[in-house]
Nanobody, 126 residues
Framework: VLLSESGGGVVQAGGSLRLSCGAP????????MAWFRQGAGKEREFVAA????????YYSDSVKGRFTISRDITANTVFLQMNSLEPEDTAVYSC????????????????????WGQGTQVTVSS
């Protein structure tokens, strides 16, 4: 495992959580970092991504306006600030890194990413 996530937990609906993902120097040449999530019995789905060079961000429609992805270049870390959480957001959240920058139309494709973390559980209670 090359990426390490933290910040998951249990929160009530309407609450907030902030996830962090550290990338070791081995992956410091990555061009895009992203967050995906997988709910119980569901396929892994794209949540958000950020281009390392210029901070261009991308979001899935389901989280747009509620989640914010950001990065700290010096710490080689990406964050996911999650506000107004809903029970439907319950999932294992994983971060991913791509060495080669995928075009915008492939930002949400799992196959665009080479490195993955183990994931962190986020549970939103109603």
């Amino acid at each position: 495992v090359l990426l390490s996530e933290s910040g998951g937990g249990v929160v009530q609906a309407g609450g907030s959580l902030r996830l962090s993902c550290g990338a070791p120097a081995r992956t410091s040449g990555h061009s895009v970092m992203a967050w995906f999530r997988q709910g119980a019995g569901k396929e892994r789905e794209f949540v958000a991504a950020i281009r390392w060079s210029d901070s261009t961000t991308y979001y899935s429609d389901s989280v747009k306006g509620r989640f914010t992805i950001s990065r700290d270049i010096t710490a080689n870390t990406v964050f996911l600030q999650m506000n107004s959480l809903e029970p439907e957001d319950t999932a294992v959240y994983s971060c991913a890194a791509a060495l080669a920058g995928p075009p915008s139309r492939l930002i949400g494709a799992k196959n665009s990413y080479t490195f993955w973390g183990q994931g962190t559980q986020v549970t939103v209670s109603s």
